[in-house]
């Protein structure tokens, strides 16, 4: 009930291509919804966050959608970049419970 | 402004022998974290300190102990390591549960 499931496991997209990445979790407690981005050698970013009272957050290139009743979220990133290449996390949290719960993070590859 | 500071960022041990990592952040947040990274794994909770003077155990505890020193710094210490604890290990903090978390560059530990 705790885990986050994320998918696909590695992506290759187009420069200019859509990229997208889908998370499913269990636990109706959950009620924040971030997405990380993780460069080689560095720690992870936040890149954009949902709470469960929207269902769609955009900030620039990218967006989550949020289906509260199938349990999903998924990353959009449009016009992807090879800048845009790196692993991408969602993970999902509780208030008070201070345990984030990780997807096992997806590897994307933009072409040039 | 540094963030969240882990030290140090390579470290080689063998069998047995005990270490600590060392965190501190300058955010001034209340909650901090220590994660362990391994291939198709995603980040696995290790321990966390939702505030000053208190920690809890993680998804995954066995083998390490931590110490919140004060609101800035939270160590990890391996006692005896072993081979399974070869891994890249993140700090964490946040301001509060269910807010961004600001992770580390990481410390990645080889123990032969």
């Known amino acids: 009930q705790q885990q986050v499931k994320q998918s696909p496991q590695s992506l290759i997209v187009q420069k200019g291509g859509i990229s997208i990445i889908n998370c499913a979790y269990e636990?109706?407690?959950?009620?924040?919804f971030p997405w990380y981005q993780q460069f080689p050698g560095k720690g992870p970013a936040l890149l954009i966050a949902?709470?469960?009272?929207?269902s769609e957050k955009k900030e620039g290139r990218f967006t989550i959608s949020f289906n509260k009743s199938a349990k999903q979220f998924s990353l959009h990133i449009m016009d992807s970049q090879p800048g845009d290449s790196a692993t991408y996390f969602c993970?999902?949290?509780?208030?008070?419970?201070?345990?984030?719960?990780f997807g096992t993070g997806t590897r994307l590859k933009v072409l040039a | 402004n540094a963030g969240v500071t882990q030290t140090p960022k390579f470290q080689v041990l063998k069998t047995g022998q005990s270490m600590t990592l060392q965190c501190a952040q300058d955010m001034n947040h209340n909650s901090m974290y220590w994660y362990r990274q391994d291939p198709g794994m995603g980040l696995r909770l290790i321990y966390y300190s939702a505030s000053e003077g208190t920690t809890d155990k993680g998804e995954v505890p066995n083998g390490y102990n931590v110490s919140r020193l004060n609101k800035r710094e939270f160590s990890l210490r391996l006692e005896s390591a072993a081979p399974s604890q070869t891994s890249v290990y993140f700090c964490?903090?946040?301001?509060?549960?269910?807010?961004?978390?600001?992770f580390g560059q990481g410390t990645r530990l080889t123990v032969v």
């Open positions: 964490a903090s946040s301001r509060d549960s269910s807010t961004e978390a600001f």
């Open positions: 636990n109706t407690a959950f009620d924040y």
């Open positions: 949902i709470r469960p009272d929207v």
């Open positions: 993970a999902a949290t509780s208030s008070g419970t201070y345990k984030y719960i």
